[in-house]
Each structure stands twice: as structure tokens, then as C-alpha cells.
């Protein structure tokens, strides 16, 4: 596999998780969201995960798992084949998805707090989409 094979491949893959972040926010929100703000919610997403991954408040195997979803992102061997449109880059977006959750599930609040690079709302957000709705900072 050629190297821009794994960056399209890791490009697609959080394209598909962009895309899903923003149904999922706008379709399980009660209130009104705007796109712009769940559209910015990807970039603000990938900022958090690369401080949390330097910060050593995090729990060691939090990194871990970080550097364990990326390798895989990068592997040339899939669950399912990224030549299989549209679902062979579902399973990325799925793995990323679910390692986010952990993420942020596992990540002391606070440090999740001081690293989130967006808004509240966003903060608010990814929380409500990590299962974590009535954590305060």
C-alpha cells in the first residue's frame, strides 16, 4: 500500500465521522443547533484528542488506546477493505467514533475542559455525545 493510499484512507475515514457527528448533533439535539457549530465540531474534536494525548493527566492507557485507533487508521489491514465503497471506511469512522467515546468517558473532566479548543456548546456536545451529559467542569 502506497502512503497516499493511508492519508485518503484517514481523510475519507474522518469525513464520514464528520458527517455522522453532525447528524447525530443536529437529530439528537432538543435545541436548535446551528450547522456552523457542529460542522466546526471535527476540527475542535481533533485539536482535544492531540493535547489529550500529550497531557499526563490523562490515564496512561487512554494514550494508549489514542496511538492504538491512529495505527490502525494507518494499517493497511481493515475489518472491512476500503476498496468496498462507502462501508470500507465506515468501519474507521466507527473505530474512531467508539475511541472517542472512551476518550472522553475516561479523561478527567476538567483536563477535557482546559484542553477543548471550541466553544461551550461543543464542549457540550461531544460530552452529550460521549454519554457524559451532567459532567461539570
Known amino acids: 500500500m502506497e502512503w497516499w493510499t493511508a492519508v485518503v484512507a484517514v481523510l475519507v475515514g474522518l469525513a464520514l465521522l464528520w458527517v455522522v457527528l453532525i447528524v447525530l448533533l443536529v437529530a439528537g439535539s432538543r435545541d436548535t443547533v446551528r450547522i456552523g457549530s457542529a460542522a466546526r465540531l471535527l476540527p475542535d474534536l481533533v485539536r482535544l484528542l492531540s493535547g489529550l494525548a500529550r497531557d499526563r493527566a490523562v490515564p496512561r492507557v487512554t ?29 474507521d469512522a466507527i473505530i474512531v467514533a467508539l475511541a472517542m467515546r472512551l476518550v472522553i468517558a475516561t479523561c478527567p473532566p476538567e483536563v477535557v475542559a482546559r484542553r477543548w479548543p471550541g466553544s461551550a456548546d461543543g464542549l457540550a456536545a461531544v460530552r452529550r455525545l460521549a454519554g457524559r451529559h451532567g459532567v461539570r467542569e
Open 63 to 91: 494514550r494508549i488506546t489514542m496511538v492504538v485507533v491512529v495505527a490502525y487508521l494507518l494499517s493497511p489491514i481493515d475489518l472491512v477493505p476500503d476498496v468496498i465503497p462507502v462501508v470500507g471506511y465506515l468501519d
